[in-house]
């Protein structure tokens, strides 16, 4: 049902073809009934607008972490994970997305995003132990 409610909002949101409106409406949605599931997929859908429409890295990463805080319960907190730790690999912050990987792993043993959080790990972990050799070698 989730998903379904998920991918309803999401085609809302493109049909409007106005990001900026489609924040607006999540957020009226989130204003009428702040703590149903609606209001916590619509809090995800303001945090992939930011990202994939806009490209605004620094808003999405907000949203996504107030999501966090706001709706702790929720079914979709492994995919809300799974976004931030994407957001720090992308921007270099490695030992944060580190963490929220091993802290999704951990928490949610049966994600969908489970495989794919532990690849990743194991990508950093590589072009960490890339870097320092690296590092070592010039130092020579």
Not at 18 to 25: K, N
Not at 37 to 55: G, P, T
Request: net charge neutral; charged share 30%; with cysteine.
């Amino acid at each position: 049902a989730d998903d379904a409610l998920r991918s309803l909002m999401w085609f809302q949101i493109k049909k409007q073809k106005d990001p900026v409106l489609a924040i607006e409406l999540c957020r009226e949605i989130i204003k009428e009934s702040p703590k149903s599931k609606l209001a916590a997929l619509a809090q995800f859908q303001i945090a992939k607008v930011y990202r994939e429409e806009l490209s605004d890295i620094e808003s999405s990463l907000k949203e996504f972490i107030a999501f966090t805080k706001r709706y702790t319960k929720s079914s979709i907190m492994d995919d809300v994970m799974w976004e931030i730790g994407l957001i720090y690999e992308e921007e270099n912050n490695l030992e944060e997305a580190l963490r929220i990987y091993n802290e999704l792993i951990g928490l949610y043993s049966f994600s969908n995003y489970r495989e794919r959080a532990q690849a990743h790990i194991e990508s950093i972990h590589w072009r960490q132990r890339r870097v320092q050799r690296s590092t070592s070698a010039q130092n020579k």
